[in-house]
């Protein structure tokens, strides 16, 4: 009898409510949209929550937080605080408030970054709410009703408040919009008994459409990386392990496995990448032209003025309005070009380490035969920056040196592989990497050492700027804050069959 009471007590609770008396849980109603997010065990996420993230979601961070000032520090971030004032003024929502709901699970799905439109889903067991957003104008949609308090930009309103707000309750489901346009999509996905499950297990799941965020115009400007081998969708999970939080990314990629392995005695980060592309700059930038922003065009461009006519040779007539035939900048990039051809062989990827003294390490594999090449083109971009570059050989290694005691780099081979740092000291102890089978690209950072950094960096980036973003004292601070209490992230990526798995691990 207990049982049968059980059944029917359950049976009618799913029909007041909406859920199939069978228990399967019914997607999240959250239509399809370029970053969407789900929090499947809103209890278990709630236990794991702690220190400044929890007072970051609960609304209780101080303005000098790292997580509120990482956040201020991105031109996304000081836009939507602005936007997010208005909306609060409506919705003083926190996860405090979406706690008191007893949500089972909660998600929530970006359908259009620059209009910030998007809609929340709660799930909640509890028939009367304990908190209730304002009331609005009541309408229908398809004989649900639903709520309108105000409209967001994707509704057509002024971008004064790109914010609205629109609500329904249906199910156990609470849904909450940034638009009207949001909220409807939202129900038809309900109705349709549509919407968004996690796709990996973990404490919070979220899936990202890359060739949708490739195209918006918000996302291009504020992603720092470029866009990636990466294809379709990507979903990730952040899962616990004991003390430690780890993310585990999965997507399509075409990228072959062919990382190595490699040590460097004092590195606060090292790692490798599988592709060629932006070694000859990385080079330039990190070892033979170290300054904040390498001309892309070096040398100026010298020629003859320009003749008033074709009969006379007096050089103080001279139109300058006149260039002469063929003229341009050919020669401006200087000994650049002769780089990127060069490097381009380097196909098979490579490595790179900083190291605690500031130096920098590069490695990657290399013809033998063609040493001398990759020395005299070093020397010539020294000798462009200096006017004087001298070669000289240290054991094993060819040192090039802007004067008798000035070492500007260092070229050893070791193997297959040739290792370029500052000096032939920073290079006495390197080995020849090793294969690393199945491995993609792997990295670890000291994030310690690099918040130490932040300083120099605000002070060789300057002063902030609303127009323009600071790639390290903006970016990457940034990033740093959001993770105020983690000393070493480490990632290592693997090949599958159709794409990639990857390993994220916040120590």
Request: hydrophobic letters at 45%; aromatic letters at 6%; one cysteine or more.
């Amino acid at each position: 009898m207990r049982f049968r009471a059980g059944t029917v007590a359950v049976a009618i609770a799913a029909a007041l409510l909406g859920v199939p008396a069978s228990g399967v849980e019914q997607p999240l109603p959250l239509p399809d949209a370029p970053v969407r997010l789900i929090i499947p065990d809103a209890k278990a996420f709630d236990a794991a929550l702690a220190g400044r993230w929890r007072l970051a979601l609960e609304g209780r961070a101080a303005l000098d937080d790292p997580v509120v000032a990482a956040w201020r520090r991105t031109q996304v971030g000081s836009k939507l605080e602005d936007q997010w004032s208005r909306l609060a003024k409506d919705l003083p929502w926190t996860w405090a408030q979406i706690r008191r709901l007893q949500p089972r699970r909660v998600g929530l799905a970006l359908l259009d970054v620059g209009h910030l439109e998007a809609v929340l889903a709660i799930e909640t067991p509890l028939a009367a709410l304990p908190v209730t957003p304002p009331l609005g104008d009541e309408k229908l949609h398809h004989g649900v009703p639903y709520r309108l308090v105000a409209q967001g930009t994707a509704d057509g309103a002024s971008d004064e408040r790109r914010m609205g707000l629109a609500w329904a309750r249906h199910a156990d489901r609470l849904l909450l919009a940034t638009s009207e346009r949001a909220l409807l999509s939202s129900l038809d996905a309900a109705l349709a008994g549509a919407g968004f499950e996690a796709p990996l297990a973990g404490l919070a799941c979220v899936e990202l459409d890359l060739d949708a965020l490739r195209q918006d115009l918000y996302f291009r400007r504020e992603f720092l990386f470029g866009d990636g081998p990466e294809k379709g969708r990507v979903r990730a999970a952040l899962r616990k392990e004991g003390e430690r939080f780890v993310e585990f990314r999965e997507g399509r990629s075409d990228e072959a496995a062919a990382a190595q392995r490699f040590a460097a005695g004092e590195a606060i980060g090292l790692g490798w990448e599988p592709s060629g592309f932006g070694l000859a700059a990385v080079l330039r930038a990190a070892l033979l032209e170290p300054v904040p922003e390498p001309a892309l065009r070096p040398v100026a461009a010298v020629r003859p003025l320009p003749k008033v006519g074709p009969d006379t040779e007096n050089r103080y007539l001279t139109d300058l309005r006149q260039p002469l035939p063929g003229s341009g900048p050919e020669n401006e990039e200087g000994e650049l070009r002769a780089w990127l051809e060069l490097m381009a062989q380097a196909t098979h990827g490579w490595g790179w380490a900083a190291l605690r003294n500031g130096g920098r390490l590069i490695v990657f594999e290399w013809p033998e035969a063609q040493d001398a090449e990759l020395v005299e083109l070093a020397r010539r971009t020294l000798q462009r920056r200096a006017a004087g570059a001298i070669l000289a050989r240290v054991g094993d290694a060819a040192e090039l040196r802007l004067g008798p005691d000035l070492t500007a780099a260092a070229i050893r081979r070791t193997g297959r592989f040739v290792w370029i740092g500052p000096d032939t000291a920073a290079l006495s102890s390197v080995t020849e990497p090793v294969a690393a089978p199945g491995v993609i690209r792997w990295g670890r950072l000291d994030l310690g050492a690099l918040r130490a950094e932040g300083q120099t960096w605000t002070r060789l980036e300057g002063p902030a700027s609303p127009e323009e973003v600071r790639p390290f004292s903006d970016r990457i601070l940034g990033l740093l804050g959001w993770v105020p209490d983690v000393r070493t992230i480490s990632v290592e990526r693997r090949r599958t069959s159709d794409g990639f798995e990857e390993r994220v691990a916040f120590e």
